[in-house]
């Protein structure tokens, strides 16, 4: 069965800095992976997703994410965090059961200092 | 065009009452999924609709859970006799269904609900 793991539960992070948050995934073919953020009392918007091609992908709002089968894992980054960044982070594989459903990881809140 | 809206934004009950929850996604999109997250977690799968096909109800928790989808439009989740372990935000995505896996889904903002 497929799984995602956020090892992060909670970074923080000061303005201008650069933010790494992980992603590790168990899944039994060629992965789709997606990063959503979810902003204080927002719904969740997708940065950005792989499914296949070249395995450095560009989102939204500046972030990317390397794919790196060989450590299965799906990492996004960027370079410079603005206080706006400041959300709850997830990590999403499809569910190999059923056609269309995402296996959440746990998330990661990331805090922005001054 | 529009996002997903979900309605009521909050809704707070007393144990025991039966509550709707209300999805109206984006326009033309054929697949409608339903997600939990409660507090300090991450987002639990509870049902999915793609088009006529039989909805996958395999996430729902308990027989108190079900929902509807009229069409390909709006759907309701219905919690009878709620428990206070009810309380979460739910959440309502959709997408088109033409990427299979590989699909966008596109969330509402979510209906807080609060069972005291």
């Known amino acids: 069965a497929q799984s995602v793991t956020q090892p992060d539960i909670h970074i923080t992070v000061s303005e201008g800095a650069s933010l790494e948050l992980r992603c590790n995934y168990s899944?039994?073919?060629?992965?789709?992976l997606f990063w959503y953020v979810q902003s204080p009392g927002q719904g969740l918007q997708l940065l950005l997703k792989?499914?296949?091609?070249?395995?450095l992908v560009q989102g939204i709002k500046g972030f990317e994410a390397e794919f790196k089968r060989s450590q299965s894992s799906f990492n996004l980054r960027k370079p410079s965090v603005h206080w706006s960044d400041a959300a709850e982070y997830f990590c999403?594989?499809?569910?190999?059961?059923?056609?269309?459903?995402?296996?959440f990881g746990a998330g990661t809140q990331v805090v922005v200092t001054p | 065009g529009a996002g997903v809206s979900q309605s009521p934004s909050n809704k707070v009950t007393e144990k025991g009452k039966d509550v709707e929850l209300r999805c109206d996604p984006i326009s033309g999109h054929t697949a409608l999924y339903w997600y939990r997250q409660r507090l300090g977690q991450g987002l639990e799968f509870l049902i999915y609709?793609?088009?006529?096909?039989?909805?996958?109800k395999s996430g729902l928790p308990s027989d108190r859970f079900s929902a509807e989808r009229t069409g390909e439009s709006v759907s309701t989740l219905t919690i009878q006799r709620t428990q206070q372990e009810d309380s979460a935000v739910y959440l309502c995505?959709?997408?088109?269904?033409?990427?299979?896996?590989?699909?966008?889904?596109?969330f509402g903002p979510g209906t807080r609900l609060t069972v005291l």
């Open positions: 899944y039994g073919a060629t992965p789709y």
């Open positions: 792989y499914f296949s091609g070249d395995t």
């Open positions: 999403a594989v499809p569910r190999t059961d059923s056609w269309g459903k995402l296996q």
């Open positions: 995505a959709s997408s088109n269904g033409l990427a299979g896996r590989a699909d966008t889904q596109y």
């Open positions: 609709f793609q088009g006529n096909s039989a909805p996958d």
